[in-house]
């Protein structure tokens, strides 16, 4: 039986558990160990759910399509932590600089609150979505500055998604096409497209899942995307309302206001209570997943490393802007491979203190086109090059920053960052070279001053924005 595309008409009700092996150290515990989440770096088992034919609404449809959920882990300050701080902090190198900076300026702190109110009112919206995996800089635990924001991708296997015919791809479950670097077609297959004539009393579950395609058969993300959406919607029709038709969630006690908004293919819910003056915002953005045996999709695809398999591998509805064919804008689908970078980065935690501050570093100077995933694609090169986990742990951060700084400017002066796993695609190409000069321009005094181990509190003029430095250099530094 299919988990994709139970929609409009027979919908199923999932229920009971089948135990799986503990995942990976950067899955994070289960949710309902909240407290402990925060503070541990290790994870549980999730669930896999069993099928039952019970009817239930059209809203409920999420049921039939989702089975489980892990956690994230995060890196985080308890209130305990954050009063520790130390008002005097002994500053004698690089090093002691870049550890308090890091602490007070890049360290999330107070965490506990959001995380509560995210996983609460997520696990009610949940109920119609059973696989969800964190994604983005919490669960990667990268975040910094703010813990208001929350990506989750949306799991969704097709209803036939797994079989490859070497010899007649057209006899394939769904065809692959790899077209732009990064980006892949989905083109229904014979068996695909038989689902009306195959399938009989399936047919009213996998309807919705075949009315994606187009004329030529390829599934479109417009269609896709606007029916994951519907989903959202009708799920939280369900919620209780205020007068004017918001929907409404308590979290301990307290009453947040949910509102929504449309950006590309995710559905963003708008979490608030004004009286405390609290703003979550959390992306759900639904992906198809294909097992690991469909990769690579051609040749000009690294080949995932052993350590980093993990099952499946996804694509997200979203366009490659750098086509100028509307069919490729049309039926485009983005390349992610989130579970097997993170992967990478496992046992890795100086490695992750350096992306933050190189994050840091990327925001305080306003280089706003280079994305946070581009800062670690810089990452994922560096630990394929160097293969050995013991040197992003055994590095200082200091030593790493140095490092990573110099690995970002010279990207910007070759104005290229290739995508991890197909370096044909140059993750800044779209992105004006004068802009880019811009950026190299910003970098070049900081690799000099880091190439003078005296003039190490010049760095923070780089790392703060100019109201952090002025307060922190008038405290700490005189300089």
């Not at 892949?184 to 695909?192: E, T």
Request: glycine share 4%; net charge positive; with cysteine.
């Amino acid at each position: 039986m299919s988990v994709a595309g139970a929609l409009v008409g027979a919908m199923y009700l999932l229920s009971g558990s089948k135990k799986k092996e503990p995942e990976p150290e950067d899955r994070g515990p289960q949710a309902r160990n909240v407290e402990n989440r925060l503070r541990s770096d290790h994870s549980t088992s999730s669930n896999n759910s069993k099928v039952t034919s019970v009817p239930l609404y059209p809203f409920d449809l999420m049921e039939r399509l989702m089975t489980s959920r892990g956690g994230p882990s995060f890196s985080t300050l308890s209130i305990e932590e954050v009063h520790n701080i130390p008002e005097n902090p002994v500053i004698t190198n690089l090093n002691s600089l870049l550890s308090d900076i890091y602490v007070r300026y890049i360290k999330l702190s107070d965490f506990g609150t959001h995380y509560r109110v995210f996983d609460t009112i997520f696990q009610a919206v949940h109920k119609k979505m059973k696989e969800v995996q964190c994604c983005g800089s919490h669960f990667d635990n990268l975040r910094i500055d703010k813990p208001d924001e929350f990506d989750m991708d949306i799991v969704i296997g097709l209803p036939i998604n797994i079989k490859v015919d070497p010899f007649n791809s057209d006899n394939s479950d769904i065809i692959l096409e790899a077209k732009s670097p990064g980006y892949v077609q989905l083109k229904m297959g014979v068996q695909f497209q038989r689902l009306p004539m195959r399938d009989k009393e399936e047919w009213l579950i996998n309807k919705t899942a075949y009315e994606w395609k187009d004329e030529s058969n390829y599934l479109l993300r417009s269609k896709f995307c606007d029916w994951f959406k519907s989903v959202v919607n009708k799920a939280l029709n369900k919620f209780e309302c205020t007068s004017n038709g918001r929907p409404v969630y308590y979290v301990e006690g307290v009453r947040y206001v949910i509102d929504k908004s449309e950006s590309g293919p995710a559905m963003t819910l708008l979490i608030s209570n004004s009286s405390r003056n609290f703003k979550l915002d959390v992306d759900l953005v639904p992906c198809f997943k294909f097992p690991e045996s469909r990769w690579p999709i051609s040749k000009s695809y690294r080949a995932i490393p052993p350590r980093c398999k993990k099952d499946y591998w996804m694509v997200v509805g979203k366009p490659n802007k750098g086509s100028q064919c509307s069919y490729d804008q049309s039926r485009s689908w983005r390349i992610a491979l989130h579970n097997q970078e993170r992967e990478l980065m496992h046992h890795s935690y100086n490695l992750r203190q350096a992306i933050r501050l190189i994050k840091k570093l990327r925001d305080s100077l306003q280089m706003k086109k280079i994305a946070s995933y581009y800062i670690k694609t810089l990452f994922y090169w560096e630990v394929m090059e160097i293969n050995n986990p013991d040197y992003w742990q055994k590095n200082s951060p200091a030593t790493l920053f140095k490092q990573m700084v110099g690995k970002l400017h010279q990207a910007l002066v070759e104005r290229n960052i290739p995508y991890f796993w197909n370096k044909q695609n140059n993750l800044i190409g779209t992105v004006p070279s004068q802009i880019l000069a811009n950026y190299e321009a910003k970098l070049r005094p900081l690799l000099e001053i880091l190439e003078q181990p005296s003039q190490y509190k010049l760095v923070a003029k780089y790392l703060l924005t100019p109201a952090e430095f002025y307060d922190y250099n008038s405290k700490f530094l005189h300089i």
